[in-house]
């Protein structure tokens, strides 16, 4: 079955350090994303991608970054770790409009990633 | 822009009584809508949703919501609350092309026996 995977599930790091959470779809989707998830404040988007070496920025982007080198992975990098972004991180895929009349519009998650910054 | 507004962050029922959870969105074009489930632990799942089709909708585990225009709603019902409904609910939108989403801050629900 195909699924989407995150790595790793939990991790702990220091104030300043560089963090690279992974993402694997396999249900060949353009569409990916990667919100947080924050206590009062839902989901919120970070950074997504429509396809191959295309990313945007989302609503709260200061911080991180993601490169999409292939359809599978959209890897998301913390470049300088601060306390503010302890959270629980989520990877999602969609199918593209594109993909014609198959498309039904579902966001497909990852099971998250529990960051936390010391 | 698109934006949705979820009333209340908790919600207690007692099982085997209605389950209603609010959600109004703000859109400039008609949106598709959605409402998702977070069991501990876990991501979110696609409970049901909207696409223009018929204005109510019916989803997993008995649970269904209505699509109002007039009054920019689709709030999600369950007419008869069971202990494995306890978890968090987003209403999410999205526009016509479903590449990209707007999320609520979320509805917790508990059930007491």
């Known amino acids: ?118 | 822009a698109q934006s949705v507004t979820q009333l209340g962050s908790h919600v207690s029922v007692s099982e085997g009584a209605l389950v209603l959870l609010r959600c109004n969105y703000s859109s400039s074009v008609p949106p598709y809508l959605f409402w998702y489930v977070q069991y501990p632990n876990q991501g979110l799942q696609l409970l049901l949703k909207y696409t223009s089709a018929a204005t109510l909708v019916k989803g997993i585990n008995g649970f269904e919501a209505e699509f109002k225009k007039s009054e920019t709603s689709f709030h999600l019902t369950k007419p008869s609350a069971h202990m494995s409904d306890a978890a968090e609910y987003f209403c999410a939108v999205s526009g016509y092309n479903f590449n990209k989403f707007y999320f609520g801050s979320g509805t917790k629900l508990n059930v007491k026996p």
């Open chain 1, 1 to 118: 079955d195909a699924e989407i995977t995150q790595s790793p599930r939990h991790k702990i790091t220091e104030t300043g350090r560089q963090v690279t959470l992974a993402c694997h779809q396999t249900w060949n989707h353009n569409n990916m994303f990667w919100y947080r998830q924050d206590l009062g404040h839902g989901l919120r988007l970070i950074h997504y991608s429509y396809g191959v070496q295309d990313t945007n920025k989302g609503e709260v982007s200061d911080g991180y970054s993601v490169s999409r080198s292939n359809t599978e992975d959209l890897p998301l990098t913390l470049e300088s770790a601060a306390s503010s972004q302890t959270s629980v991180y989520f990877c999602a895929s969609s199918e593209s409009l594109l993909a014609g009349a198959t498309n039904t519009g579902e966001l497909f998650f990852g099971e998250g990633s529990r960051l936390t910054v010391l």
